[in-house]
């Protein structure tokens, strides 16, 4: 894992020190080395920096960016089957100096041009300058497990692997986009491919871009989607069986793959059904032990220490258990705002961030479970789409119709005791979104977001409109569309991508780790999508395949219990740890100066959250990781 950073100026004023500014800032994404590579041309000045965590082939000839021909590349992942496309390469007549995938790489883009990426099994954010075309050409990985922003505005083009880098070269004009933040209010983060800054995009994944440096002209390709490689695909014809076992093999291929390095490796186990089925699969046909690492911090209840002990016990790996105090997950939060350099609102990134420092000290690369959830219908608002979905569809047009109308007239706070309930008015006004429209598009949206369209005109100062999201996407083909299916495709390309893959890449990165995503090789999504749905949900049973495959090697007692995930106490925090960081951030002083939201609005917010509406717990979270953010990255 690395970072990558670079720019095209075609105004001329940048230097090789920028270069190297941009990339220093990231020095916790690479501490093992840097490198930097700077072109001057009639037209145009090219960078490309890098910084370096040594993974495969740790010796100087892995070093970047690396020359082949005409090509230079500044790389951040792996290629996992690397090996395998080095000897097809090897049969047309290149040949290698390293060990390392990167050089792998700069030889297929030489052999086949874009058309490399189709080879490619694995995480990527590629940067490859040819100067004989004078062009350069950025990709990034299906899942879009690796990070990758590029700015594009006043003659000055740049890109890298995080926003910090940008903030290092004086062209870059950092201009807050307010839809942007408006995006964040509801989901918690900034979906792809919006981004906080004006001018500023993330690169979809799946997608390559080419920019001329010579004339700027930019072209962007998709060359994979999860809905024409994966969910528009017809369902096969398989029984259960068979499917299971074909998805048992791809599994195993896709877990083993991600164990090939030059330093150590681990699994973060947490006791869950995705995290075992890594390790169970992995263990099971090596003799030496796997590292497996839990987290656990007792005194906010986040403790799964126990289950995941027994699974090791029961598989035999070599087990890691790492205790903290709340005290040690408080403090992270005063650093997050500078790793996750872009407003970031899921307070799970606090634990993630602890257990890969932890993980650390004794490994260099660790796997986790993400990715289950997603490719094998592992969410409970599946359940809830499944169950509630059909009742709500059963009821007839013009009696929801009046319902709804009818709630609109009487607003949750002037329904007596049901007002004073948890979270009433948020359930309320998102049951009548549902009864106007109770389809799965719009229960996925009213299930995803927190403010609401009206609680945004009212936080915001100035009209805000939320930037289109893959939420309204039609590109599920009406022959391949069933409600799950359109969930699950939706969750692949918004919560895992801007929130879990972003959580995870900047957690791990700030402890120097390598995560690998296992689920997320691109060849199970692709098998999976294609799975009837009942293989996937079956009677109200989430991950049904997942499950089946799992119980083949634990117990399926060891196995029942709820799942706990990463959740910590944030409602409490903020009433009491966190009480004057609330105080400070949303002072009415603050907010006016800032200009961005409607003082008066916040200020009762957080008053009725002080005095027992508890339920705008999540609100206040979002609204102080903007703060904290902005305070950071804005002044």
Not at 67 to 74: A, E, F, Q, R, V
Not at 454 to 483: G, H, I, Q, R, W
């Amino acid at each position: 894992m690395c970072g990558i950073s670079g720019f095209i100026d075609f105004n001329k004023n940048s230097t090789q020190d920028i270069l190297v500014q941009m990339s220093d800032v990231l020095v916790h994404r690479g501490p093992d080395g840097s490198g930097a590579e700077f072109y001057e041309t009639s037209t145009s000045q090219v960078g490309l920096a890098h910084r370096r965590l040594s993974i495969i082939d740790l010796s100087e000839r892995g070093k970047q960016p690396m020359m082949y021909k005409d090509l230079t590349i500044t790389y951040n992942g792996e290629i996992y089957n690397f090996d395998e496309i080095k000897t097809r390469l090897q049969k047309l007549g290149h040949t290698f100096v390293s060990d390392s995938d990167t050089e792998m790489i700069l030889h297929a883009y030489s052999e086949w041009g874009a058309d490399c990426l189709q080879h490619f099994i694995g995480m990527f954010a590629i940067a490859i300058y040819d100067n004989a075309k004078q062009e350069v050409f950025i990709a990034r990985d299906r899942a879009g497990i690796k990070p990758l922003y590029y700015y594009l505005h006043d003659k000055l083009f740049l890109f890298a692997s995080e926003l910090k880098a940008f903030h290092k070269h004086p062209g870059f004009k950092k201009v807050l986009n307010t839809n942007a933040v408006a995006a964040f209010m509801q989901f918690g983060n900034v979906p792809v491919p919006h981004c906080i800054f004006q001018h500023c995009l993330k690169l979809k994944p799946g997608h390559f871009l080419k920019i001329n440096t010579s004339t700027m002209k930019t072209e962007t390709t998709c060359y994979w989607s999860v809905y024409s490689n994966a969910y528009n695909r017809k369902k096969i014809d398989i029984s259960f069986e068979e499917a299971k076992t074909k998805t048992e093999e791809l599994l195993e291929s896709s877990f083993n793959y991600r164990m090939v390095a030059d330093v150590p490796v681990g699994v973060f186990l947490s006791g869950g059904y995705d995290s075992v089925c890594v390790t169970s699969l992995l263990q099971k046909n090596r003799s030496e032990k796997i590292k497996t690492f839990t987290i656990s911090v007792p005194d906010i209840g986040l403790n799964e220490a126990a289950y995941a002990a027994d699974i090791a016990r029961h598989l035999g790996t070599e087990h890691h258990e790492l205790h903290c105090s709340e005290a040690e997950v408080l403090e992270i939060i005063n650093h997050l705002p500078f790793y996750y350099d872009e407003p970031f609102a899921d307070s799970s990134a606090i634990p993630t961030t602890l257990v890969s420092k932890m993980a650390r000290q004794h490994v260099t690369v660790a796997l986790s479970g993400d990715g289950g959830d997603e490719s094998f219908a592992g969410y409970n608002r599946y359940d809830y789409l499944m169950k509630h979905g059909k009742f709500l569809k059963q009821i007839p047009g013009p009696l929801r119709s009046t319902m709804s109308a009818v709630m609109k007239k009487v607003p949750a706070e002037k329904i007596p005791v049901a007002k004073n309930k948890y979270n009433f008015p948020n359930r309320y006004n998102k049951l009548r979104m549902l009864l106007n429209d109770p389809s799965p598009e719009n229960m996925m949206m009213s299930l995803s977001v927190q403010f609401l369209k009206n609680e945004l005109d009212m936080l915001f100062k100035e009209a805000v409109v939320v930037p289109p999201t893959v939420y309204s996407s039609k590109e599920l083909s009406e022959e391949t569309y069933t409600p799950l299916s359109y969930m699950m495709a939706v969750d692949y390309q918004t919560y895992l991508h801007d929130d879990i893959l972003q959580k995870v890449d900047r957690a791990s990165m700030s402890a120097s780790l390598e995560a690998r995503e296992p689920f997320l090789d691109h060849r199970i999504i692709e098998l999976a999508a294609t799975l009837p749905d009942q293989f996937k949900y079956n009677k109200g049973i989430k991950k049904f395949m997942i499950r089946e495959i799992v119980h083949g090697y634990v117990p399926k007692k060891m196995m029942d219990r709820p799942k706990m995930g990463f959740a910590i106490p944030i409602e409490k925090w903020l009433t009491h740890e966190l009480k004057e960081t609330v105080n400070h951030f949303l002072n009415d002083n603050i907010i006016k100066n800032q200009g961005i939201f409607n003082a008066g609005y916040i200020h009762k917010l957080k008053g009725e959250f002080f005095s027992g509406k508890t339920e705008h717990h999540t609100k206040i979270w979002y609204l102080l990781m903007f703060q904290m953010w902005y305070e950071k990255w804005m002044k």
